[in-house]
């Protein structure tokens, strides 16, 4: 690929005005850094992966979206989760514990404050 071409980084946004101060609150729990705020959007990061946090809901997008979040240890990952209290502090459906898939992940299974669901996996 010609350097011209070179991409830097893929940042989806994410669903969040359904109550866009507790969605940040809800990723930076999750373990994500808030690394800039400005107008109806919020970018946040952890580790090497990064998405736009907006200040935007439309409940059919929002309850059909999916991010896959990759993790070197889904066990510590779970474990991190489990002590958040996900559903009572923030409102949202329980997480799901790890289980293996039938296409060959571990997935556990979050789901944000607008009923977007993310598999935090290993493979």
């Not at 991190?80 to 009572?88: P, Q, R, W």
């Not at 997935?107 to 598999?119: D, I, S, T």
Request: aromatic share 14%.
């Amino acid at each position: 690929m010609s350097a011209n071409l070179a991409t830097t980084a893929l940042r989806p946004f994410v669903p969040g005005g359904k109550d866009f101060a507790l969605s940040k609150r809800f990723y930076q729990a999750l373990g994500f850094r808030i690394i800039f705020e400005a107008d109806q959007v919020a970018g946040l990061a952890c580790d090497s992966g990064q998405f736009l946090l907006q200040d935007h809901y439309a409940k059919d997008w929002a309850e059909n979206f999916m991010m896959q979040l990759v993790v070197a240890d889904l066990d510590a990952w779970w474990a991190h989760i489990e002590t958040l209290d996900l559903a009572g502090g923030f409102g949202v459906q329980p997480p799901r514990a790890p289980v293996m898939q039938p296409w060959g992940l571990r997935v556990a299974y979050v789901f944000g404050p607008c009923g977007e669901l993310w598999h935090i996996a290993q493979a």
